[in-house]
Structures are given as structure tokens and as C-alpha cells.
T-cell receptor, first 113, second 109 residues
Framework: DGGITQSPKYLFRKEGQNVTLSCEQNLNHDAMYWYRQDPGQGLRLIYYSQIVNDFQKGDIAEGYSVSREKKESFPLTVTSAQKNPTAFYLC????????????FGPGTRLTVT | GQNIDQPTEMTATEGAIVQINCTYQTSGFNGLFWYQQHAGEAPTFLSYNVLDGLEEKGRFSSFLSRSKGYSYLLLKELQMKDSASYLCAPLNSNYQLIWGAGTKLIIKP
């Protein structure tokens, strides 16, 4: 079955620690995205990548970093510089150039205390 | 700037019909998506409109007017499982989805 996986579903960290969230897709999609969602809010774009070894900042990239070394994988690191890291993080992927529906992974709920 | 406007919350009765409106302003336009998101879960695709008019898919229909920057999602024969948030997301000139805050739909028996 094709899809997007994110792990873990729940993650707990102490303040001051970096944490990396994984995102893997086997849909053969070129584009991948990371979003953050806070309670009662819409999705806010953190980073996106349309091709391997290239990525762009979204609206709220400060305190986050990404890499895109393989087409299938787009990990997100939440650094200690991110002021309010506790949130629901969603990874998505889409085709490029034809149809832009985004397919989402199940999400990771990160709690930093 | 880019802006999406949807009602924050709506309530409807099981078996009834509800219309969720969305107005948008984006830099360019390449279509509009509607997604459903149950609490604590990821959004799932409902519909896509790129031309003006109504797209029907089972109990769900979506309408688009590009000249008015307006779309609506129509849900018929409401079921309890339709209780969720509904996200309107136009695709701008850079092919980026611009997400509204969503409309929380509460279904009562």
C-alpha cells in the first residue's frame, strides 16, 4: 500500500533538546511538506521541498531545519531555538506539475516541557 | 496578502443538509481543495475545483466561483461521523496550498 508514514505518533522532550521527526513516503511524489498545527488553528507551512537536495522555507521556518537526501524521506528537526515547539506536526507529499493534491501522514504530536 | 475566511463553527442535525462557505484572496489561483479533518487526525481529501461550477461526489458537493473568490462545501444526509473540521485551501500562483483555519462542524442527533 502506498502512503506516508510519520513516527512516532507521540513524542516527549525536555526543553533545550533538539528532536527529529521522521517522514517517509512511497507514493513516488516529488514534493514534500511540513506543517505545524496548533489547537483551533489552520495548517502553517514550515518547509517544503520539490526536488531532492533542495528545499524552501515556509511561513514559520525559524527554529526548524530539514534535509532531503532521498526522494522518499523528508525529516524535520525541531531545534532548541524554536520558542514554542509543542504542537501537532503533519508531513504531506504531492505530485508536481500536474495535480497538486496533498496526501498527509498521520502526524506526530510533540510535547516539550 | 493571502486570506481565507470560513466560519469558525457550525452546528447541524443528523440527516439534514449544511453548507460551509469559504471566501479567499490569494496571489494567483490554480484551483481549490476541501479537506476533512477529524480531531487529532490528519486532513483527508474531499474535493477539488478548478473551474466554476458544482462538483458532486456522493453526499458531498463543492462549488466554486472564481470571479467572486468564493467556494462552498455542501454536505447532505448528515451522519454523526461527519462531525469534523472542514478546511478550505486554494492553490496560489506558486502552486502552494493556502490553508484556512477550518470550520468545526458539530452534528447533533
Amino acid at each position: 500500500d502506498g502512503g506516508i508514514t510519520q513516527s512516532p505518533k507521540y513524542l516527549f522532550r525536555k526543553e533545550g533538546q533538539n528532536v527529529t521527526l521522521s517522514c517517509e513516503q512511497n507514493l513516488n511524489h516529488d514534493a514534500m511538506y511540513w506543517y505545524r498545527q496548533d489547537p483551533g488553528q489552520g495548517l502553517r507551512l514550515i518547509y517544503y521541498s520539490q526536488i531532492v537536495n533542495d528545499f524552501q522555507k515556509g511561513d514559520i521556518a525559524e527554529g526548524y531545519s530539514v534535509s532531503r537526501e532521498k526522494k522518499e524521506s523528508f525529516p524535520l528537526t525541531v531545534t532548541s531555538a524554536q520558542k514554542n515547539p509543542t504542537a501537532f506536526y503533519l508531513c504531506a507529499s504531492s505530485m508536481v506539475g500536474d495535480y497538486y493534491e496533498q496526501y498527509f501522514g498521520p502526524g506526530t504530536r510533540l510535547t516539550v516541557t | 496578502g493571502q486570506n481565507i475566511d470560513q466560519p469558525t463553527e457550525m452546528t447541524a442535525t443528523e440527516g439534514a443538509i449544511v453548507q460551509i462557505n469559504c471566501t479567499y484572496q490569494t496571489s494567483g489561483f490554480n484551483g481549490l481543495f476541501w479537506y476533512q479533518q477529524h480531531a487529532g487526525e490528519a486532513p483527508t481529501f474531499l474535493s477539488y475545483n478548478v473551474l466554476d461550477g458544482l462538483e458532486e461526489k456522493g453526499r458531498f458537493s463543492s462549488f466554486l466561483s472564481r470571479s467572486k473568490g468564493y467556494s462552498y462545501l455542501l454536505l447532505k444526509e448528515l451522519q454523526m461521523k461527519d462531525s469534523a473540521s472542514y478546511l478550505c485551501a486554494p492553490l496560489n500562483s506558486n502552486y502552494q496550498l493556502i490553508w484556512g483555519a477550518g470550520t468545526k462542524l458539530i452534528i447533533k442527533p
